[in-house]
């Protein structure tokens, strides 16, 4: 499958790999504002979201290969590979299966691990919305709040609508979402180990990445770093862009 992604900078190359229901988009900032500076960026839209195609095959070794296949079509030997949550995961398998093309790995917020199910209600609430119903984007998240309290999580998901001549739709394949979502949210598959540099940030206030995940994580990727991020939650990157841009990139400068 051939990726959408947008570019910025130049330099050795950087690929970001977004979470579940986001898109490149999303790190538009940090891109061009920050990692541009030093990096090609190729802020990525994985499968059934963003820009790229929709597929109803949604799992991780799927979705890296994706990656490996948007290196070696856009002639790169290798990337840096940075992944949040869902594309945290996907980073881990790319650099697990394809390890000659990562050079250095950044996961943020998510460990191989299965998880429980934090997402099919909001799956739920945006299939249920009827968005013929509504003639602008307030309307729309004003029915949204009430399946979804969060403004800030409201605000994320209403990045994927878009306006079109038959009124406003959802970019991402909520259908292939909701059908994978087992998979999504279950542990990555590829054996073996990487022993690349790898970075691991969390946030102090989010319990994706705990003392118990750190052995596994040390066993797949036996030279992994890991930094906490205080009082901050699961969108560390969104919470605290400063300090997130700053052990990020003195990772990625240590060579």
Request: glycine share 10%.
């Given at each position: 499958?051939?990726?959408?992604?947008?570019?910025?900078?130049s330099?050795?190359?950087?690929?970001i790999l977004?979470?579940?229901?986001?898109?490149?988009?999303?790190?538009h900032t940090?891109s061009?504002?920050v990692?541009?500076?030093q990096?090609?960026v190729?802020?990525?839209?994985?499968r059934?979201h963003?820009?790229?195609?929709?597929?109803?095959?949604?799992?991780?070794?799927?979705?890296?290969?994706?990656v490996?296949?948007?290196i070696?079509s856009?002639?790169m030997?290798s990337?840096?590979?940075l992944g949040?949550?869902?594309?945290?995961?996907?980073a881990?398998?790319?650099?697990?299966?394809?390890?000659?093309?990562?050079?250095?790995?950044i996961?943020v917020d998510?460990?191989?691990?299965?998880?429980d199910d934090?997402h099919?209600?909001?799956v739920?609430?945006?299939?249920?919305?009827?968005?013929?119903?509504?003639?602008?984007?307030?309307s729309?998240?004003a029915e949204?709040?009430?399946s979804?309290?969060?403004?800030?999580?409201?605000?994320?998901?209403?990045?994927?609508?878009?306006h079109t001549p038959?009124?406003y739709?959802?970019?991402?394949n909520?259908?292939a979402?909701?059908?994978?979502?087992d998979?999504?949210?279950?542990?990555?598959?590829?054996?073996?180990s990487?022993?690349?540099?790898?970075?691991?940030v969390?946030?102090?206030?989010?319990d994706y990445v705990?003392?118990?995940?750190k052995?596994?994580?040390?066993?797949?990727?036996?030279?992994?770093?890991?930094?906490?991020?205080?009082?901050?939650?699961?969108w560390?990157?969104?919470?605290?862009?400063a300090?997130?841009?700053?052990?990020?990139?003195?990772?990625?400068?240590?060579?």
């Open positions: 499958m051939k990726l959408s992604f947008k570019q910025y900078g330099g050795r190359p950087l690929i977004h979470g579940l229901l986001g898109a490149g988009g999303n790190w940090l061009r504002q990692f541009s500076k990096w090609s190729l802020a990525v839209d994985l059934n963003g820009q790229s195609p929709h597929d109803p095959q949604m799992d991780y070794h799927t979705m890296a290969g994706d490996h296949q948007l070696r856009e002639g030997a990337a840096h590979v949040h949550s869902m594309g945290g995961k996907v881990m398998q790319l650099a697990l299966e394809h390890p000659g093309v990562v050079d250095r790995l996961v998510v460990a191989p691990r299965a998880y934090r099919s209600h909001i739920e609430a945006l299939k249920a919305l009827d968005l013929s119903a509504h003639a602008d984007r307030r729309i998240d949204l709040a009430k979804i309290e969060s403004n800030a999580i409201r605000q994320f998901l209403l990045k994927n609508l878009r038959e009124g739709v959802w970019i991402m909520l259908e979402i909701e059908a994978s979502y998979a999504i949210a279950g542990p990555i598959t590829a054996e073996g990487f022993g690349g540099p790898v970075l691991v969390s946030g102090g206030a989010s705990t003392a118990y995940d052995p596994e994580i040390r066993r797949l990727f036996p030279a992994a770093r890991f930094v906490t991020v205080p009082n901050v939650g699961h560390v990157h969104a919470e605290a862009p300090e997130f841009a700053r052990v990020v990139t003195e990772f990625l400068e240590e060579e």
